[in-house]
């Protein structure tokens, strides 16, 4: 119970809102302010409580004036099938409020002003929700792909790439046909922010991804991959190459000799040792 209870006490909303708050109350817009914040609050809720699901350790549940964000203490190795069911579980709570909407106002519970409202509101937040665009869920889609295809780090930067790329062309048709759609500006705005600020800390994500492999905590593997290399190739180079899901065995290939390395070892010269630039040839003399 109290695993479930920690879900709420988990839920922080950002100051700005309540000024959001305030001049929507001056403004006569309280009432869509209200019902896009009980969307998004379900929508955030339902990624968490598929995390808890899975015992992912949750930070919290930020809400925003124009969204949210559920934060997780997670870092790229939980097992794939995890991590598309708390993606998907947000998106799946806008089929669920239109499910909800619909009885409601089959049963004369809602008015038709409120049903066309909620309709309305609830499938915009979806479809915005969906778009391949960092961080919203359709970005983690699109990372969630690419992690499968090439190493973590790569797919980190190719999502950005992109996310930054449909950005801008969402930004030019909202110059074309909307541009004084102030909300969705303010969204866009928002999103380059947050692509721009998980760019500076593409690295530091990197770094969590390869700790969490370095400890050891409740990592499954689904598969072995073999990464062939030259043993004058830098340590930190060959860690770029670290894929998730998958148990690395490093070649090492000097003039006619190969020899074989675990990826613990090279996670133990990089973060115990600090040998973080010497050739990973090196290694093989030392273990």
């Known amino acids: 119970m109290n695993k479930w209870l920690s879900i709420f006490m988990n839920i922080h909303i950002h100051p700005l809102f309540w000024f959001i708050a305030l001049m929507a109350i001056m403004t006569a817009q309280f009432q869509t302010l209200l019902l896009l914040f009980w969307i998004v609050l379900l929508h955030e809720l339902g990624h ?9 350790r949750v930070k919290r549940i930020l809400l925003l004036p124009f969204g949210g964000v559920a934060e997780m203490d997670e870092h790229g190795n939980r097992p794939f099938h995890e991590e598309l069911i708390v993606i998907l579980a947000g998106p799946f709570q806008h089929i669920v409020i239109f499910f909800i909407v619909y ?6 519970m809602l008015s038709d002003e409120w049903y066309k409202q909620l309709l309305e509101y609830n499938l915009s937040i979806l479809l915005i929700n969906l778009l391949p665009i960092w ?6 889609l699109l990372f969630l792909y690419r992690t499968m295809r090439t190493s973590f780090r790569r797919a980190h930067e190719q999502t950005l790439y992109a996310s930054s790329l449909f950005l801008i062309a969402c930004f ?3 110059l074309i046909f909307a541009p004084m759609q102030i909300n969705l500006w303010i969204i866009g705005l928002f999103l380059a922010h ?3 600020v998980e760019w500076k800390q593409r690295t530091y994500v990197w770094i969590r991804f390869l700790l969490e492999r370095y400890y050891g905590k409740r990592i499954e593997y689904r598969a072995l991959k073999r990464l062939v290399v030259d043993a004058n190739d830098p340590l930190f180079r060959v860690l770029l190459l670290f894929h998730r899901g998958k148990k690395h065995a490093i070649l090492v290939k000097k003039n006619q000799i190969e020899m074989e390395l675990d990826e613990n070892e090279l996670l133990y010269a990089y973060f115990h040792e600090k040998r973080t630039n010497e050739p990973i040839g090196h290694l093989i003399f030392t273990y």
């Open 172 to 174: 030019i048709t909202l």
């Open 48 to 56: 968490v409580i598929a995390a808890h699901l899975f015992s992912w």
């Open 194 to 196: 947050a692509i721009w």
């Open 103 to 108: 009885i409601a106002h089959s049963a004369n």
């Open 135 to 140: 961080p919203l869920d359709g970005g983690k």
